[in-house]
């Protein structure tokens, strides 16, 4: 997935993007006047339109006012600013919900929702499809060709499922498509199983209900797969329509991390770039580490659903979220290195919700550029404006790309697949958590990587790791298999391999081709008490797991460590297998962060994998790297509350800001943040 090409958002685009969502028919004329100043003032390049505009669109059934929107295209075009367009069926007007109730959508319980509230409609509605259909085709044809427009935005962090009869309709018929006969479907899911196989289509009913079907897998992890493909059908509705009045123009949605709603690798395909929301302290603190490295993971999640173009981020907040628990200031500092934190890890622009905030309802006291005291000399506005400052100095990189050699699988299939099965055997899975304890220990080595998930091409990674491959689907054991036998290296642990792409378990073990790789054979896994841990012992080490350990069967690896305590002491615990020109490493237990480290740093090493920088410095900064076709552009961030003295490696890195050569040390604050320039260069 790797691009080494300099791939801009929109044909047109010279300039990182720097601005956000603007509602402006919320507002009186004055204050909307006063806007086109102020944004210039905070270097505000770019605005998001008719982000739940609906009601000012179209006020009543069939009358539309586009007047007010026309001013705004036509302002935003003179003040040189480029304009991403919403398109507004993320939230339905009074007028839509009320008189046609049955668009609005069913909860599990079987009650519909009344009006209100935001993203609250059926995908399967086919009133709400007629709707959604007459409102972008008005926008497309009216705004198409239209000097400002640079991309559409499609509705808004698109989630959620109905339980509607058109919605257990589609569902009958999107099974009836997949598995062509209820022969079929009874064979994937076992429904022999407590006497509950299907004799007619009309039987089957979406899982969850309070008194419904709960007990099969094969079911909940379809429905999961039908909402997610709901989600994707009704943005391909919207983005056809689009297309067909301007090919040319860009299509996105903003995407929301790991969201288990929709599968992320799936939407993406329909995308001409990526975009995504950021609020990373809803389960952290700006001065914890884990906060900022989770939010780097899903900075090149979303590069990567992107084959590794620039992506958008789309949403984040210029001082506190609405939602957070702690509604905390940032601290000095912070916003910048929020911001470049994002261009670093491959964005082309950082896009606010919101300009301006809003005097009343539910995100009244939403972060925003602009506050309810209305001053540009506010130290919100003016750490957006410093931002901007910077982003405008750093235009070369724009559809810059991040060189890797290293992928991690994060497959939503399989997060479905281990919450479906596990639920009643285990309660403490953590898949997503467990690849964020990969991506950290490459994190702290500054080692860059993509995000990839069982579909995507493998051949030009060295090293591709595939923590709790639970679930095996699109036929990623043969290609697991190649990739290795090529000369690439495999890392993957336990529980992986258990179940096909219908969830049923694999009888006879872990299938081949994936067992002559590993060179293992799964028997059995212990799940230990939350008090409880165990050792292991590697090269006269000792190590902590907790939560898993399993029990292998040692075929032909090589055993690099082994238990030392309970029943299965000296059984392997680690492995490595030797398979055509390249090998695979197995782990049999949920290690302690430092074995995970090691045992990255020996693989890197091994595969001539280099850190991005070998420059010394502290926890808690982060060196990373972004190419053009000229420079590499080098960023060195500091996520502790504390000050950090760094030791560059490189004599002649120029400042990206002033062009003077950096000094081998160099000084940053808390939350302090540098970029440099050089010539290009990776290996």
Same mark, same amino acid.
């Given at each position: 997935m790797k691009n080494t090409r300099q791939t801009p958002l929109f044909p047109n685009q010279t300039r990182l993007l720097h601005g956000g969502d603007y509602n402006p028919e919320q507002w009186p004329a004055e204050i909307v006047a006063q806007d086109a100043d102020l944004m210039d003032q905070a270097n505000v390049n770019s605005v998001t339109l008719g982000v739940f505009s609906w009601c000012a669109l179209e006020p009543s059934e069939g009358v539309f006012d586009f007047d007010w929107l026309d001013r705004m295209? %036509?302002?935003?075009?003179?003040h040189g600013r480029y304009v991403g367009l919403a398109t507004p069926t993320a939230a339905v007007p009074a007028w839509m919900g009320t008189k046609y109730p049955e668009i609005l959508r069913v909860n599990p319980d079987g009650l519909r929702n009344r009006q209100g509230n935001r993203v609250n409609t059926s995908y399967a509605s086919k009133v709400f499809q007629e709707k959604a259909a007459i409102i972008v085709s008005k926008l497309a044809e009216r705004y198409t060709g239209h000097p400002a427009l640079a991309f559409w935005h499609i509705s808004n962090e698109y989630g959620?499922?109905?339980y509607g009869p058109e919605s257990i309709l589609a569902f009958r018929e999107w099974l009836e498509h997949k598995y062509e006969s209820l022969e079929n479907l009874n064979r994937c899911w076992w429904t022999e199983f407590w006497s509950h196989r299907y004799s007619a289509w009309d039987q089957i009913f979406p899982p969850g209900a309070p008194l419904g079907e709960?007990?099969?897998?094969?079911?909940?992890? %379809?429905?999961?797969r039908f909402s997610s493909d709901q989600i994707i059908s009704f943005l391909t509705m919207e983005r056809c329509i689009l297309k067909s009045y301007g090919p040319d123009i860009p299509v996105t949605t903003n995407l929301m991390g790991t969201y288990a709603g929709v599968d992320g690798f799936k939407i993406s395909k329909h995308l001409d770039f990526v975009s995504w929301d950021s609020y990373p302290w809803f389960h952290g603190k700006p001065s914890e580490l884990d906060g900022w490295i989770r939010t780097a993971f899903h900075h090149d999640l979303n590069r990567s659903m992107g084959d590794g173009r620039s992506f958008l981020l789309m949403e984040c907040t210029p001082s506190s979220s609405n939602w957070y628990p702690t509604m905390k200031l940032k601290r000095p500092g912070q916003h910048t290195l929020e911001g470049l934190q994002a261009i670093a890890h491959g964005s082309d622009g950082v896009q606010y919700f919101q300009w301006r905030q809003s005097a009343g309802s539910l995100e009244q006291f939403h972060g925003a550029v602009v506050g309810h005291n209305n001053r540009s000399d506010a130290r919100v506005f003016c750490d957006v404006k410093e931002l901007g400052a910077k982003l405008n100095q750093l235009d070369g990189l724009v559809g810059g790309w991040v060189h890797t050699k290293v992928a991690i699988v994060f497959d939503w299939e399989v997060l479905w697949a281990i919450q479906t099965c596990l639920e009643y055997r285990s309660k403490t899975p953590q898949y997503t958590e467990t690849i964020l304890s990969f991506y950290r220990s490459l994190f702290d080595i500054s080692i860059a990587v993509d995000i990839v998930d069982s579909t995507c091409d493998l051949t030009d990674y060295r090293v591709v790791i595939a923590p709790m491959l639970f679930m095996l689907?699109?036929?990623i054991e043969q290609r697991l298999a190649s990739f290795v036998s090529n000369g690439g290296c495999l890392v993957t642990t336990y529980l992986s391999g258990w179940v096909d792409d219908s969830t049923k378990a694999y009888l006879g073990g872990i299938p081949e081709p994936l067992r002559s790789v590993l060179g293992i054979v799964p028997e059995e896994w212990d799940e230990l008490y939350p008090d409880e841990t165990n050792t292991i012992l590697w090269d006269r080490r000792q190590f902590t797991f907790t939560t898993y350990s399993e029990r292998i069967l040692n075929v032909s690896a090589t055993v690099l460590a082994t238990f030392e305590n309970d029943?299965?002491?000296?059984?392997?615990?680690?492995?490595?297998?030797?398979?055509?020109?390249g090998k695979a490493y197995y782990i049999a237990s949920r290690n302690e962060a430092a074995f995970t480290s090691t045992l990255m740093q020996q693989v890197m090493s091994e595969h001539g994998i280099l850190p991005i920088s070998n420059a010394s410095h502290p926890v808690?900064?982060?060196i990373r790297t972004r190419n053009t076709p000229t420079e590499t552009y080098v960023f060195v961030?500091?996520?502790?509350?504390?000050?950090a003295e760094i030791s560059l490696d490189e004599p002649n890195l120029q400042d990206a800001y002033t062009g003077e050569l950096a000094t081998v040390q160099i000084t940053l604050e808390a939350f302090g943040s540098r970029v440099f320039r050089k010539p290009l260069s990776y290996c």
């Open positions: 295209m %036509d302002s935003q075009s003179e959620g499922c109905c709960t007990s099969i897998h094969g079911l909940t992890l %379809d429905w999961k689907r699109n036929g029943f299965y002491a000296g059984e392997p615990a680690l492995t490595v297998n030797q398979y055509g020109s808690g900064v982060s961030l500091n996520y502790a509350n504390t000050t």
